[in-house]
């Protein structure tokens, strides 16, 4: 990407799903969006440290419970699964950034995800399984 270039967010409508907007205003560069240490991420994001989790464990609870063989959850494995699945969404999402800014945009798309899905072994268990004739 060329260096003097700029990008003007001004006339980008905000959307839940833009990476940029907000994040760019202070006049960081994309490559420094995209590499942050714990203590940035918990300030940018309103996190409170270790235990903390954005995903509603009630929710994460419903989910889980809706294996008829599961009866009783302690509230530490609910929070273990929404913290893992955190995790799981923020690496899945940097991974698809990073074709997003290889795009030169600055929205991440679906697209970027699946393109991120198809090129990394991690997410082998994500693609659809073969056809065979």
Do not use: N
């Not at 833009?18 to 918990?42: N, P, Q, T």
């Not at 795009?103 to 997410?123: C, K, M, P, W």
Request: glycine content about 8%; hydrophobic content about 35%.
């Amino acid at each position: 990407m060329d260096d003097s270039h700029t990008h003007e967010f001004a006339d980008i409508p905000p959307s839940p799903f833009s990476i940029g907007g907000d994040l760019w205003e202070d006049g960081r560069e994309e490559e420094d969006i995209v590499v942050m240490d714990e203590e940035e991420l918990l300030a940018l994001e309103g996190g409170e440290g270790p235990g903390t989790t954005y995903l509603p464990l009630g929710r994460v609870k419903a989910i889980v419970k809706l294996d008829k063989r599961v009866k009783r959850v302690p509230d530490l494995t609910i929070q273990t699964i929404a913290a893992a699945t955190e995790l799981f969404i923020a690496s899945l999402s940097q991974e698809a950034f990073q074709y997003t800014v290889r795009g030169d945009r600055v929205r991440l798309t679906a697209e970027d995800v699946h393109t991120a899905i198809r090129h990394s072994e991690s997410y082998l268990f994500l693609r659809p399984p073969p056809v065979y004739g």
